[in-house]
């Protein structure tokens, strides 16, 4: 009897060990690359899930595009180093400070022309800056956008998990 209960703590062990290095190779190789899950229903107005954008903007005449312009809302320096892999008449750095008039006026053109080819524009900037919803609303009170404007839930962080980033 006694060394039956020895094997059934030993095998307990075992299982246990298992089970935390299985938890352990989980969460430092395979949640990182995991997209977090993202609840339209909980965002608050005006912004939009990733998911959503390549789900209901794709191209159905060119899969794999999209009828998105994006205003990119980072620092000048993230926007050098890493951006995304679109025509040039799709992205556009836009961001406060001293330069956002000269950058707005580059892309208002651009911007305006979105509603007529069925376009929305997404604003979307690092998770933790606040460019974007500054951006976004100054794009709604400009009243020369007609197409629909949303804030990129999970900015830049969810746009690197996407093929739309390159180096």
């Known amino acids: ?21 299985l938890y352990g190779l989980d969460a430092l190789v395979y949640a990182p690359k995991r997209l977090p899950i993202c609840a339209p229903e ?11 954008v390549l789900r209901h903007w794709e ?25 995304l892999m679109l025509n040039e ?14 950058l707005m006026d580059a892309a208002i ?12 524009v997404v ?14 609303r100054e794009l709604r009170e400009s009243g020369l956008i007609d197409a629909p404007i949303y804030i990129l839930e999970g900015g830049w962080d969810e746009l690197k998990r996407s093929h739309l980033v390159g180096d």
């Open 1 to 21: 009897m006694k060394d039956t209960f020895s094997q059934v703590i030993r095998l307990g062990l075992w299982i246990t060990a298992l089970a935390v290095l």
């Open 42 to 52: 909980e965002l608050p107005e005006g912004h939009i899930c990733l998911e959503q």
């Open 59 to 83: 191209d159905k005449s060119h899969p794999g595009l999209y009828k998105v312009v994006w205003v990119d809302a980072r620092s000048e320096s993230d926007y050098e180093v890493h951006h």
């Open 89 to 102: 008449d799709r992205v556009f750095p836009i961001r406060p400070g001293a330069s956002m008039q000269a």
């Open 109 to 120: 053109e651009r911007l305006m022309d979105a509603s007529r080819r069925g376009e929305c």
């Open 123 to 136: 604003v979307f900037c690092t998770r933790s800056c606040s460019s974007s919803e500054e951006i976004a």
